[in-house]
């Protein structure tokens, strides 16, 4: 079966950044059964992982990041993506209409970019493009 890609405007990816990503990967992988990845990760000279956690093995379930590094000023929470045709015209108008940028947008495994974004009323997604 083919894998469909994410239409704009659809949510396609989340994640939560945390002080002990380790900890909390096992959590979501006792209490859902999601399978752990990790990714490694480097802060200065240091390594580390941050967690793909998998539903099976071609289905994403999300992410579960560590807060250093380029992760450091993300909000401990779940972060839904929503999946744009280009992100800096779609980041544009979220400032121009009162967003507040968290985290600038960037090439994230040479596959999209994002940005992660509050809203107006203080509410706190990301913007992809998922092509």
């Given at each position: 079966m083919d894998k469909q890609k994410p239409k704009y405007g659809q949510f396609f990816w989340c994640d939560i950044t945390v002080e002990d990503a380790n900890s909390l990967k096992d959590f979501y992988q006792e209490v859902v059964g999601w399978q752990v990845?990790?990714?490694g990760m480097k802060d200065g000279d240091e390594s580390y992982d941050d967690y793909a956690m998998m539903i099976d093995e071609e289905t994403s379930g999300g992410g579960v990041c560590t807060k250093r590094g380029v992760n450091s000023n993300i909000p401990s929470q779940w972060i839904m993506y929503i999946?744009?045709?280009n992100v800096e015209e779609s980041l544009n108008k979220a400032l121009e209409l009162g967003g507040?940028?968290?985290k600038e947008g960037r090439k994230k495994d040479?596959?999209?970019?994002?940005?992660?974004?509050q809203?107006?009323?203080g509410a706190v997604f990301g913007l992809g493009n998922a092509d």
């Open positions: 990845h990790p990714i999946n744009v045709e507040k940028l968290i040479g596959t999209y970019q994002y940005a992660i974004i809203d107006p009323t």
